[in-house]
């Protein structure tokens, strides 16, 4: 039996929240490794200019960005053992968390082709 999508029935804002914080996690500028092998701390959220903001080479819509400013989602991925808070500043994702399949990465970073 494959794998079931979202066993953790994490909502749409919860799930594009913690794409988010995957992708911040791989860029050198927003991630680093944390003490606790697999995890990862994640600084320097970016805040939106206008309706978007950049991650990395893609464009992220504001609207899709909305969870890292709520300390609600936090709380729920953490609770559910996908991060360790340290809401606004700062969040460790855990090994869980990294691995943790949203599906959303391509339909919420927008990347140019050129």
Do not use: C
Not at 47 to 59: E, K
Not at 80 to 88: E, T, V, W
Not at 96 to 101: E, R, S
Request: aromatic fraction near 4%; charged fraction near 20%; hydrophobic fraction near 45%.
């Amino acid at each position: 039996m494959p794998p079931r999508q979202n066993p953790l029935h994490l909502n749409a804002l919860q799930l594009k929240t913690l794409t988010l914080l995957q992708e911040l996690a791989k860029l050198a500028s927003h991630g680093r490794p944390g003490d606790e092998p697999g995890t990862v701390e994640v600084r320097n959220l970016p805040n939106p200019h206008g309706d978007h903001f950049h991650l990395g080479d893609a464009a992220v819509a504001a609207r899709d960005a909305s969870g890292l400013a709520n300390p609600s989602v936090w709380v729920a991925l953490e609770r559910k053992g996908l991060i360790k808070s340290a809401f606004p500043h700062a969040a460790l994702l855990t090994a869980a968390g990294m691995a943790y399949d949203t599906g959303l990465a391509d339909a919420i970073m927008r990347r140019a082709d050129h």
